[in-house]
């Protein structure tokens, strides 16, 4: 069965502090991956999606970035963290050419 | 450009009492899909169904339910004989393609008391 990993779990950073976000996606191949973010009190917000290894494309410009490595890993980055980047992290993958898309458990970022 | 609207912030019910969760979508394509995820106090979400554009039979899972009306671009999702364990967020979202990812309302907080 196909499984999601994200971590950390829970980040707490400085203002101007980096930051990198992992996601793993075992039990397939050629996934579908995406990062989204969900504010306070707001729905959640597609922030970059990727349908293969360095290809990335972003929905909304911003400081962060997103980089796939590897075909089941999405990295979640920023050179430097503003307050505004706080939030509830969550990654996602689906199957090629499925519409379904399921999450990982999320990594809550607050930025101090 | 896709909407989706969750017009219920917040809904609380006691146990067993039967609750609809409403959502209005709004698209410009023929072709889309429908979603409704679950956000227990966990935060992750748990997806729970999709229906395409193309049909409109309603749908039952348990006590689950749930009523796709293109008409009135609605795609309604029903509880009956609530439990406790359905106390969490509840999420429609709405894709037009298999690459863009899902726009999601904005969520249901739903309470259900005992």
């Known amino acids: 069965s196909q499984t999601i990993h994200q971590w950390p779990a829970t980040l707490v950073q400085p203002v101007g502090s980096p930051l990198s976000l992992e996601c793993t996606v075992e039990?397939?191949?050629?996934?579908?991956l995406y990062w989204y973010r969900q504010a306070a009190g707001r729905g959640l917000q597609l922030l970059f999606y990727?349908?293969?290894?360095?290809?990335i494309s972003s929905e909304v410009p911003q400081n962060l970035s997103a980089s796939r490595p590897q075909d089941r890993q999405f990295i979640l980055s920023s050179k430097k963290l503003l307050l505004s980047d706080s939030g509830f992290y969550l990654c996602?993958?689906?199957?090629?050419?499925?519409?379904?898309?399921?999450f990982g458990p999320g990594t809550r970022l607050t930025v101090t | 450009a896709q909407k989706v609207t969750q017009a219920q912030t917040e809904i609380s019910v006691v146990e067993k009492e039967d609750v609809t969760l409403d959502c209005v979508y709004e698209?410009?394509?023929?072709?889309?899909?429908l979603f409704w995820y679950k956000q227990p106090p966990s935060g992750e979400l748990v997806f729970l169904i999709r229906?395409?554009?193309?049909?409109?039979q309603n749908e039952i899972s348990g006590r689950y339910s749930w009523n796709f009306q293109k008409s009135t671009s609605s795609f309604n999702f029903t509880i009956t004989a609530s439990q406790v364990v359905d106390s969490a967020v509840y999420f429609c979202?709405?894709?037009?393609?298999?690459?863009?990812?899902?726009?999601f309302g904005k969520g249901t907080h739903l309470i259900i008391q005992p």
């Open positions: 698209t410009r394509d023929t072709t889309y899909y």
């Open positions: 979202a709405l894709s037009e393609t298999v690459l863009n990812g899902l726009t």
């Open positions: 039990g397939t191949s050629n996934p579908n």
């Open positions: 996602a993958w689906s199957v090629r050419g499925a519409y379904e898309q399921y």
């Open positions: 990727s349908v293969g290894i360095g290809q």
């Open positions: 229906r395409n554009s193309f049909d409109e």
